[in-house]
């Protein structure tokens, strides 16, 4: 009796935990719903990473961008026609380079001896028939420019000889021979880097010419390798284009340095004919002023 008592108790304690179980159980899913629900997530990710592209690292995009513009850079403007030109360029810009020092360096050098030698020569002669030599070699001494220089060395050799009494004729002779000496070492001094510009106008055209017949031998050599494949004119074209492109900058070094290489000719002519008058008159005043002495000498001995 206790025992069949016992049964419903039984069962009636274990009636939750069986409705737990079937509960438990019925939300597992069953191996096709899972199979399912796995195949709709690759789906869901397929689709978003079809929708979202990926983006390139931050260091390939700048590599990216930095090669483009250094090749840009590289191939447009004037060094790009530098460098599409062949190795003939570079030659003839390092030219150019050098020309264009030269014509500052001589332009400068030049503007500062131009100045107006008709005041000081005038002073001078002025000077020189007051007997006053001393006077005239300071003033020469104080003054830059060509014309000064060679009157100071004039005046230093007729003020010495003088000195030391030496005969009207020896000192004149000696004279003209000192500002001629000296005239030598003022005309080296303007004419200074001017061979190094004459050079450049006559080397940079024939330089660009040799580059264009470098680039007519590559058009040829292209035409007769590539003949029958290839448009002639495509293939002729690349090797013009360097030729037309190393002619031209070959002209547009050498023309400039031409004409200043004959404008600082010119200047430079200028200046030695004024040094070559001031020098004419140098020897007159000593030659008038070594006669005014000899003079009253003269008489003195005669009475």
């Known amino acids: 009796m206790k025992t069949l008592l016992l049964i419903p108790l039984l069962l009636v304690l274990a009636l939750p935990v069986i409705a737990q179980d079937e509960t438990s159980d019925s939300n597992e899913p069953s191996p096709e719903q899972s199979e399912n629900n796995d195949g709709a997530e690759q789906n869901d990710q397929g689709e978003n990473s079809e929708t979202e ?33 062949g190795i003939f360029m570079w030659p003839i810009l390092i030219l150019g380079i050098v020309g264009a020092g030269v014509i500052i360096e001589r332009y400068r050098s030049l503007k500062m001896v131009a100045t107006d030698s008709s005041q000081i020569r005038q002073e001078v002669h002025d000077l020189l028939i007051q007997d006053k030599v001393e006077d005239a070699l300071q003033l020469c001494d104080r003054e830059e420019g060509p014309v000064p220089a060679i009157l100071s060395s004039g005046l ?44 450049i106008a006559s080397v940079a055209p024939m330089l660009g010419f040799l580059g264009t017949v470098a680039g007519m031998i590559v058009s040829f050599d292209n035409i007769d390798t590539n003949f029958g494949n290839e448009n002639i004119v495509k293939l002729a074209a690349g090797g013009i284009k360097v030729s037309l ?45 070594t006669a005014l002495e000899s003079g009253p000498m003269d008489a003195g001995a005669g009475a």
């Open 53 to 85: 592209p990926e983006s390139p690292p931050p260091a390939a995009e700048d590599e990216s961008l930095g090669g483009g513009v250094l090749d840009e850079i590289l191939h447009s403007g004037a060094l790009g026609l530098l460098i599409e030109g």
């Open 156 to 199: 230093r050799k007729f003020f010495v000889l003088r000195r030391l009494n030496y005969d009207v004729d020896r000192i004149r002779e000696q004279v003209v021979k000192a500002m001629d000496d000296y005239n030598v070492h003022v005309v080296a001094a303007l004419e200074r880097h001017l061979p190094i510009l004459a050079t």
């Open 245 to 289: 492109l190393t002619t031209a900058f070959g002209l547009i070094i050498g023309i400039p340095a031409f004409m200043a290489f004959n404008y600082f000719t010119s200047i430079i002519d200028r200046f030695v004919l004024d040094v070559e008058e001031s020098a004419t008159e140098l020897v007159e005043g000593v030659t008038i002023q």
